[in-house]
């Protein structure tokens, strides 16, 4: 039997890789958004840092307590709270998918869930 061939035009192709690609960023996005309201236990919208401590001794349970307070503290640094020692949600988005913690950032083009290794907190100086 002859073997049937399909094209398509790298146009569509890239249109099709795109929206999935859009689709996989929101899934993620309530993943994270899910995960944030989880822990932030007096529903307040912010997470301090005992929240966020209980959040990644949950999902990464060897991290050391001063890496969890170095990426509190890089988190804190992107967030524009009136009040300097809660992170907000769009700080907390930007530094899961940065550090990969948890697995957020899942392996797009393989089309399965495969945890990645998270990125190492660097240790920071505290800025004044």
Do not use: C
């Amino acid at each position: 039997e002859e073997e049937k061939k399909y094209f398509i035009s790298k146009v569509r192709y890239l249109e099709t890789v795109l929206e999935e690609w859009v689709a996989h960023k929101e899934k993620e996005k309530k993943n994270i958004l899910s995960l944030f309201r989880r822990y932030d236990s007096n529903e307040d919208g912010v997470l301090n840092l005992e929240e966020f401590t209980e959040l990644i001794k949950n999902i990464q349970p060897h991290m050391k307590s001063e890496e969890i307070v170095t990426l509190f503290d890089e988190t804190l640094d992107l967030s524009n709270s009136e009040n300097p020692d809660v992170m907000e949600l769009d700080a907390f988005f930007q530094i899961m998918i940065k550090h990969n913690i948890g697995g957020m950032a899942i392996e797009f083009f393989e089309g399965s869930q495969i945890g990645l290794t998270p990125q190492p907190v660097e240790k920071r100086e505290k800025t004044p």
